[in-house]
């Protein structure tokens, strides 16, 4: 499995509640446009990984990296991303 992480200090929810130490795994595909409007953030889900979602990443599907600049990110503590809390 191929992805990026980045790590946030912290991570403060719309409940109030913040999240220490988050490192988020993520995978980008195709290139943003200059206006930056062109952006997919598709997250998985709960015990989902990063390439579960990759098959519906094609020139020939809906989810065309040519046209689209995609981020998948990975749902904290799947095993790619996690938090000290």
């Known amino acids: ?21 988050a490192e988020i795994a993520y ?5 943003i446009n200059d206006n930056k409007d062109n952006v997919i953030i598709y997250p998985t889900w709960y015990s989902g ?9 094609s020139e020939d599907m809906t989810l065309n990296p040519n046209k689209y600049f995609i981020i998948i990110i990975a749902m904290i503590n799947n095993g790619q991303s996690c938090s000290s809390n």
């Open 27 to 31: 995978k980008t595909f195709g290139n």
């Open 49 to 57: 990984f990063i390439s579960d979602n990759e098959w519906l990443i």
């Open 1 to 21: 499995m191929s992805y990026l992480t980045h790590t946030f200090d912290e991570i403060k929810l719309q409940s109030g509640k913040t999240i220490l130490n």
